[in-house]
C-alpha cells in the first residue's frame, strides 16, 4: 500500500521538512532533575530522527526555574545551562535526516510536581495536580506575566542558539497559556481577563517576545487546543480568530490539538475514543489561515494520516504515541511494510499509568524497549535450539516471532484462531486498535514462516525432541459460579464476533461489570438492534486494578450506548429465558435470549509447567498463563523472556 501523499516534502516558512509526518512531543521523562539532557535522552530521540518521521518535535520543556517545570525528567531551556544539551539533542535528531524542533511550555495549574510555587491566571483548582502536597494555583500578578513573557522570548532564543529548526509554543492542553484562553480557568478582572481579546492577550506578547528574540526566517510554530471540551471554555470561533491573529503576529505554522488534563480521554484518547477527534475543529482552522496546519489526535495508523493529507484537510499530522509504539513507522510506512508497525493501541497503560504517572520514564505496552533504545537488543543466541510455544494470544505471538529472530527453530501450538483473547476487537467499531494489534502479531508470525500446529499442546507434544518450551496459554475465563440449563444462548466475551448475526436484534445479559463485562457489552450494543443489560453484584461498574481511564469512562459510554446496567444484583442461575438474579434478598428473573458471562479470568490451573520440569524440559510460563494481566503484560513478559532464550 502507498502513502503518496504522506511523503511530498513541505515547507514551513523556509524550513524545507522531507514529508508530513511530525513526530509529536510526547513527554519522556527522561532528563537531569536540573532539566539536563542524559544520554537516554538522547538516544531516544536519535531513534526517532532516524526513523523516518521529517519533523521530529522535541517534548514540552519550561521555559524559566520558577513555576514553568511541570513534571519530573523534564528538559529545561530556562537558563544557559541547558543549551549545551540541547544542541547535542537537535544535532543527533537530524543525523538522521529529520528536523529537530523544541517544544516551549509554562506548567501553569498543570505542575505536576505538586510543589510550590503553581501559578496561573487564576487560582482555579484541579485536585489532581494538587493531590500530592496540597499546593493550589495562585492567580499570576502583571509582573509574573511580565516575566514569562520574557522567558519565552529567551528561552526561544537559546533553542535557536542550539540549532533546532524550529521552536514551539504550547499554548493548549491546560497548561499556562490555556489556562488563560480559557474562560473555564481564567476569572481574572483585569487587561488578561474578560473577553476573548484580554485572554488571548499573554500568547500575542509571548509571540512577539519570541519573534523579537530570533531572527525571523527561524520558524515560529504554536501548539493549541481548539477547544478545551469544557462546557464553559474555549470556542472553535475564539481558536479560528486567534490563528489569524497568530499569523498576522509572525508565527508560521498551527499545530492544532484539543483537551487538557482533566478531560485527559481528549487530549491523549484511549482506545473507546474515535480517531482524528479533533479533525472537525482543525478544518475550521485551515481556511481561515494561509500558513500550514498540523493535525493532532489519534492519528495512529498511516491510512488515517495519508488521508487527512490527500484530502486536504490539514498540511502535516502529527503522530505521538504511535512513534512510542515504533519509532520507524513512517520508514516502514513509506516502504510499503505498514503491516510490519507496531501499533499504537491507545491503552494508555504503559505510557502514562506505568510510566509517567508511576514517576517514572515513559514506557509503551507494545514496546518495551521505549526509552531504552539499543540497551536490550534481540540478537542472535549463542545456539540454535528447537522451541515450542504454547499458545497463540498476544504473549505466544510476540514471542514466537523474537525466538525465530534469535535464530531458533519455533513451533508454535494453538488449537484455535490465532489471536487469543484480542480476536474479540474483530470487527468492532471501538476496538479498532486491538484488532490492529492482533492483525500485526499474526502477520509478525505468518511473514517468517514461523509452523504453527492447530493442536493444544499437551506435555507429550512439548516433550518431543524440544530443547525448550515457553508456556503462554491464557489464563481461563471465570465460570459461571451457579446452574445453567435450559435453551438460552450462553457464551463468552471471545464468542461475541462469531456469533453476532446470532445476538443482532435480541435481548443480551451480560453477568459481569467488571472491565471484561463493561467492553464486552459495549461490543453488543453495536449490533443493531440489540439491546444489552448488565448484571453486576457489587456497588460499581470496573472495580479493581485497571487502568482508571477505562474506569473512569467506560461506565458513561455504556449508559451512551443505551445499555441497562442493574448494580446490587447477583446473578444465580441461567435458565430459560434468562437470568435468576438476587438483590435485596429478593429474587427475579431478568429476561434475555442471550447469556454472556463475563466474569474475568482467574489463574490458571494447569500442569504443564510441573510435568515438563520433571520430565527436564526447561520450560518458562508467561503472559496470563502465569498471572492474569492486561496486554503490556503479555508483550513484556514475552520479549523478555524470549530474548534470554
Given at each position: 500500500?502507498?502513502?503518496?501523499?504522506?511523503?511530498?516534502?513541505?515547507?514551513?516558512?523556509?524550513?524545507?521538512?522531507?514529508?508530513?509526518?511530525?513526530?509529536?512531543?510526547?513527554?519522556?521523562?527522561?532528563?537531569?532533575?536540573?532539566?539536563?539532557?542524559?544520554?537516554?535522552?538522547?538516544?531516544?530521540?536519535?531513534?526517532?530522527?532516524?526513523?523516518?518521521?521529517?519533523?521530529?518535535?522535541?517534548?514540552?520543556?519550561?521555559?524559566?526555574?520558577?513555576?514553568?517545570?511541570?513534571?519530573?525528567?523534564?528538559?529545561?531551556?530556562?537558563?544557559?545551562?541547558?543549551?549545551?544539551?540541547?544542541?547535542?539533542?537537535?544535532?543527533?535528531?537530524?543525523?538522521?535526516?529529520?528536523?529537530?524542533?523544541?517544544?516551549?511550555?509554562?506548567?501553569?495549574?498543570?505542575?505536576?510536581?505538586?510543589?510550590?510555587?503553581?501559578?496561573?491566571?487564576?487560582?482555579?483548582?484541579?485536585?489532581?495536580?494538587?493531590?500530592?502536597?496540597?499546593?493550589?494555583?495562585?492567580?499570576?500578578?502583571?509582573?509574573?506575566?511580565?516575566?514569562?513573557?520574557?522567558?519565552?522570548?529567551?528561552?526561544?532564543?537559546?533553542?535557536?542558539?542550539?540549532?533546532?529548526?524550529?521552536?514551539?509554543?504550547?499554548?493548549?492542553?491546560?497548561?499556562?497559556?490555556?489556562?488563560?484562553?480559557?474562560?473555564?480557568?481564567?476569572?481574572?478582572?483585569?487587561?488578561?481577563?474578560?473577553?476573548?481579546?484580554?485572554?488571548?492577550?499573554?500568547?500575542?506578547?509571548?509571540?512577539?517576545?519570541?519573534?523579537?528574540?530570533?531572527?525571523?526566517?527561524?520558524?515560529?510554530?504554536?501548539?493549541?487546543?481548539?477547544?478545551?471540551?469544557?462546557?464553559?471554555?474555549?470556542?472553535?470561533?475564539?481558536?479560528?480568530?486567534?490563528?489569524?491573529?497568530?499569523?498576522?503576529?509572525?508565527?508560521?505554522?498551527?499545530?492544532?490539538?484539543?483537551?487538557?488534563?482533566?478531560?485527559?480521554?481528549?487530549?491523549?484518547?484511549?482506545?473507546?475514543?474515535?480517531?482524528?477527534l479533533h479533525r472537525w475543529g482543525w478544518e475550521k482552522i485551515k481556511p481561515a489561515v494561509s500558513i500550514p496546519v498540523i493535525a493532532s489526535g489519534s492519528l495512529v495508523s498511516p491510512e488515517v494520516a495519508d488521508e487527512i493529507i490527500a484530502s486536504g484537510s490539514a498540511d502535516l499530522v502529527s503522530v505521538g504515541r504511535a512513534l512510542l509504539a515504533d519509532p520507524q513507522w513512517p520508514e516502514k510506512a513509506r516502504t510499503g511494510r505498514h503491516l510490519e508497525i507496531v501499533p499504537c493501541i491507545r491503552c494508555n497503560d504503559g505510557?502514562?499509568?506505568?510510566?509517567?504517572?508511576?514517576?517514572?520514564?515513559?514506557?509503551?505496552?507494545?514496546?518495551?524497549?521505549?526509552?531504552?533504545?539499543?540497551?536490550?537488543?534481540?540478537?542472535?543466541?549463542?545456539?540454535?535450539?528447537?522451541?515450542?510455544?504454547?499458545?497463540?494470544?498476544?504473549?505466544?505471538?510476540?514471542?514466537?516471532?523474537?525466538?525465530?529472530?534469535?535464530?531458533?527453530?519455533?513451533?508454535?501450538?494453538?488449537?484455535?484462531?490465532?489471536?487469543?483473547?484480542?480476536?474479540?476487537?474483530?470487527?468492532?467499531?471501538?476496538?479498532?486498535?486491538?484488532?490492529?494489534?492482533?492483525?500485526?502479531?499474526?502477520?509478525?508470525?505468518?511473514?517468517?514462516?514461523?509452523?504453527?500446529?492447530?493442536?493444544?499442546?499437551?506435555?507429550?507434544?512439548?516433550?518431543?525432541?524440544?530443547?525448550?518450551?515457553?508456556?503462554?496459554?491464557?489464563?481461563?475465563?471465570?465460570?459461571?459460579?451457579?446452574?445453567?440449563?435450559?435453551?438460552?444462548?450462553?457464551?463468552?466475551?471471545?464468542?461475541?464476533?462469531?456469533?453476532?448475526?446470532?445476538?443482532?436484534?435480541?435481548?443480551?445479559?451480560?453477568?459481569?461489570?467488571?472491565?471484561?463485562?463493561?467492553?464486552?457489552?459495549?461490543?453488543?450494543?453495536?449490533?443493531?438492534?440489540?439491546?444489552?443489560?448488565?448484571?453486576?453484584?457489587?456497588?460499581?461498574?470496573?472495580?479493581?486494578?485497571?487502568?482508571?481511564?477505562?474506569?473512569?469512562?467506560?461506565?458513561?459510554?455504556?449508559?451512551?450506548?443505551?445499555?441497562?446496567?442493574?448494580?446490587?444484583?447477583?446473578?444465580?442461575?441461567?435458565?430459560?429465558?434468562?437470568?435468576?438474579?438476587?438483590?435485596?434478598?429478593?429474587?427475579?428473573?431478568?429476561?434475555?435470549?442471550?447469556?454472556?458471562?463475563?466474569?474475568?479470568?482467574?489463574?490458571?490451573?494447569?500442569?504443564?509447567?510441573?510435568?515438563?520440569?520433571?520430565?527436564?524440559?526447561?520450560?518458562?510460563?508467561?503472559?496470563?498463563?502465569?498471572?492474569?494481566?492486561?496486554?503490556?503484560?503479555?508483550?513484556?513478559?514475552?520479549?523478555?523472556?524470549?530474548?534470554?532464550?
Amino acid at each position: 500500500m502507498a502513502f503518496d501523499s504522506l511523503f511530498q516534502p513541505v515547507t514551513i516558512g523556509t524550513l524545507k521538512i522531507r514529508n508530513r509526518i511530525v513526530k509529536s512531543p510526547n513527554t519522556t521523562g527522561t532528563c537531569n532533575p536540573d532539566g539536563t539532557v542524559t544520554q537516554r535522552t538522547i538516544d531516544h530521540y536519535r531513534t526517532l530522527g532516524e526513523g523516518g518521521a521529517g519533523l521530529v518535535m522535541v517534548e514540552y520543556t519550561y521555559v524559566d526555574d520558577d513555576a514553568a517545570k511541570s513534571i519530573h525528567g523534564q528538559p529545561g531551556a530556562a537558563n544557559q545551562e541547558h543549551v549545551a544539551g540541547l544542541g547535542w539533542l537537535a544535532d543527533e535528531i537530524r543525523a538522521g535526516g529529520a528536523r529537530a524542533g523544541l517544544q516551549l511550555v509554562h506548567s501553569g495549574r498543570q505542575r505536576f510536581l505538586g510543589t510550590a510555587p503553581m501559578k496561573s491566571a487564576s487560582d482555579s483548582s484541579w485536585d489532581v495536580a494538587e493531590m500530592p502536597f496540597g499546593v493550589r494555583p495562585a492567580p499570576m500578578t502583571t509582573e509574573e506575566i511580565a516575566g514569562v513573557v520574557r522567558s519565552f522570548g529567551e528561552a526561544a532564543a537559546r533553542a535557536h542558539a542550539a540549532r533546532f529548526d524550529l521552536v514551539e509554543i504550547h499554548a493548549g492542553h491546560g497548561y499556562l497559556i490555556t489556562n488563560f484562553l480559557s474562560p473555564h480557568t481564567n476569572k481574572r478582572t483585569d487587561e488578561y481577563g474578560g473577553g476573548a481579546e484580554n485572554r488571548r492577550r499573554i500568547l500575542l506578547e509571548i509571540v512577539d517576545s519570541v519573534r523579537a528574540r530570533v531572527p525571523r526566517e527561524f520558524p515560529l510554530s504554536v501548539r493549541l487546543s481548539v477547544t478545551d471540551y469544557e462546557p464553559d471554555g474555549i470556542t472553535i470561533e475564539e481558536t479560528v480568530e486567534l490563528c489569524r491573529l497568530l499569523e498576522e503576529h509572525g508565527v508560521d505554522v498551527v499545530h492544532a490539538s484539543g483537551g487538557h488534563h482533566a478531560l485527559q480521554h481528549y487530549e491523549a484518547s484511549s482506545w473507546f475514543m474515535p480517531r482524528q477527534l479533533h479533525r472537525w475543529g482543525w478544518e475550521k482552522i485551515k481556511p481561515a489561515v494561509s500558513i500550514p496546519v498540523i493535525a493532532s489526535g489519534s492519528l495512529v495508523s498511516p491510512e488515517v494520516a495519508d488521508e487527512i493529507i490527500a484530502s486536504g484537510s490539514a498540511d502535516l499530522v502529527s503522530v505521538g504515541r504511535a512513534l512510542l509504539a515504533d519509532p520507524q513507522w513512517p520508514e516502514k510506512a513509506r516502504t510499503g511494510r505498514h503491516l510490519e508497525i507496531v501499533p499504537c493501541i491507545r491503552c494508555n497503560d504503559g505510557c502514562l499509568v506505568r510510566g509517567l504517572e508511576a514517576k517514572r520514564s515513559v514506557g509503551c505496552t507494545v514496546n518495551p524497549t521505549v526509552v531504552e533504545e539499543g540497551r536490550f537488543p534481540i540478537g542472535t543466541a549463542p545456539a540454535a535450539k528447537r522451541v515450542a510455544v504454547a499458545g497463540g494470544g498476544p504473549a505466544g505471538l510476540r514471542a514466537a516471532a523474537i525466538l525465530h529472530d534469535r535464530g531458533h527453530r519455533v513451533v508454535l501450538f494453538e488449537p484455535r484462531e490465532l489471536g487469543g483473547d484480542l480476536n474479540h476487537a474483530v470487527g468492532s467499531t471501538f476496538k479498532v486498535d486491538i484488532a490492529e494489534l492482533r492483525r500485526h502479531l499474526v502477520h509478525e508470525v505468518e511473514r517468517r514462516g514461523i509452523e504453527v500446529r492447530k493442536a493444544a499442546a499437551d506435555a507429550a507434544a512439548l516433550a518431543d525432541g524440544f530443547d525448550e518450551v515457553v508456556l503462554a496459554t491464557g489464563a481461563p475465563k471465570r465460570p459461571f459460579p451457579g446452574p445453567v440449563s435450559g435453551t438460552a444462548l450462553v457464551i463468552g466475551p471471545n464468542d461475541v464476533t462469531a456469533h453476532a448475526d446470532t445476538l443482532a436484534g435480541r435481548s443480551v445479559a451480560v453477568v459481569g461489570g467488571g472491565f471484561q463485562g463493561v467492553e464486552t457489552a459495549m461490543r453488543v450494543a453495536e449490533l443493531e438492534g440489540t439491546s444489552v443489560t448488565v448484571l453486576e453484584r457489587g456497588d460499581s461498574l470496573i472495580r479493581g486494578d485497571e487502568v482508571h481511564y477505562d474506569a473512569e469512562e467506560l461506565p458513561k459510554l455504556l449508559v451512551k450506548a443505551g445499555a441497562t446496567v442493574k448494580l446490587g444484583h447477583e446473578a444465580t442461575a441461567i435458565e430459560d429465558k434468562g437470568v435468576r438474579v438476587r438483590s435485596d434478598g429478593i429474587e427475579s428473573l431478568v429476561e434475555a435470549d442471550a447469556v454472556i458471562v463475563a466474569l474475568g479470568r482467574e489463574p490458571s490451573r494447569s500442569t504443564l509447567q510441573t510435568e515438563l520440569d520433571a520430565a527436564g524440559i526447561p520450560a518458562r510460563t508467561i503472559g496470563s498463563a502465569d498471572r492474569p494481566g492486561r496486554v503490556f503484560d503479555a508483550i513484556h513478559a514475552a520479549f523478555w523472556t524470549a530474548r534470554l532464550i
